[in-house]
Antibody
Framework: EVQLLESGGGLVQPGESLRLSCTAP????????VSWVRQAPGKGLEWVST????????HYADSVKGRFTISRDKSKNTVYLQMNGLRVEDTAVFYC????????????????WGQGTLVTVSS | IQLTQSPSSLSASVGDRVTITCRAS??????LVWYQKKSGKAPNLLIY???TLQSGVPSRFSGSGSGTDFTLTISSLQPEDFATYYC?????????FGGGTKVEIK
């Protein structure tokens, strides 16, 4: 059962920006750590970023550090992934995923996922 | 921390016992989970804390191991189990997934 909903994917040119959104109709996202995981075409899963229950608890993969920013808007029950300076190699389906709980290790175990949103970076 | 999954693919028949291994480059205690991924679908959590079955997952799935060596076992492969399986370490950031094991029909 898909419990998270992503949006914001699309086709952009290299260097451009996109903002992905992740919302949860049935629970309060701010009570959990939320992560973004991507899968490039024909490749495996790659962890991108995690936002803990505290806004300053952010973690990024080296491949996106300095270009992507994760954040949340509690009033909208939404987590965002702001992606700047997109590269061809960022082309992937991006999934948001919820941790089993707010703290380690549950926060890093993903028990609910969205259906994914496709980001294509091409000139 | 790197994770090495093996095999990268396997062919098996319905009813077979299937074993997938995941080796960590350094000790990660029991901080390992397993997911099932079908094409076009979101990943599904099968096992957490190396050996605990996620609620709703059939009991034919089991996990074992600690430290650096982990195993996912499917005791009797069913048609709906043909998919790709990933391990993931959660001991420290960056979180890492194994390369995946594709289970195909023989």
């Amino acid at each position: 059962e898909v419990q998270l909903l992503e949006s914001g994917g699309g086709l952009v040119q290299p260097g451009e920006s996109l903002r992905l959104s992740c919302t949860a109709p049935r629970f309060t996202l701010s009570n959990y750590a939320v992560s973004w995981v991507r899968q490039a075409p024909g490749k495996g899963l790659e962890w991108v970023s995690t936002l803990g229950t505290w806004s300053d608890d952010q973690h990024y993969a080296d491949s996106v550090k300095g270009r992507f920013t994760i954040s949340r808007d509690k009033s909208k029950n939404t987590v965002y992934l702001q992606m700047n300076g997109l590269r061809v190699e960022d082309t992937a389906v991006f999934y948001c995923a919820k941790g089993r709980g707010p703290n380690y290790p549950e926060s890093r175990t993903f028990d609910s996922w969205g259906q994914g949103t496709l980001v294509t970076v091409s000139s | 921390i790197q994770l090495t999954q093996s095999p990268s693919s396997l062919s098996a028949s319905v009813g077979d016992r299937v074993t997938i291994t995941c080796r960590a480059s350094q000790g990660i205690s029991s901080d390992l989970v397993w997911y099932q991924k079908k094409s076009g679908k979101a990943p599904n959590l099968l096992i957490y804390a190396a050996s605990t079955l996620q609620s709703g997952v059939p009991s034919r799935f089991s996990g074992s191991g600690s430290g650096t060596d982990f195993t996912l076992t499917i005791s009797s492969l069913q048609p709906e189990d043909f998919a790709t399986y990933y391990c993931q370490q959660l001991n420290s950031f960056p979180l890492i997934f194994g390369g995946g094991t594709k289970v195909e029909i023989k």
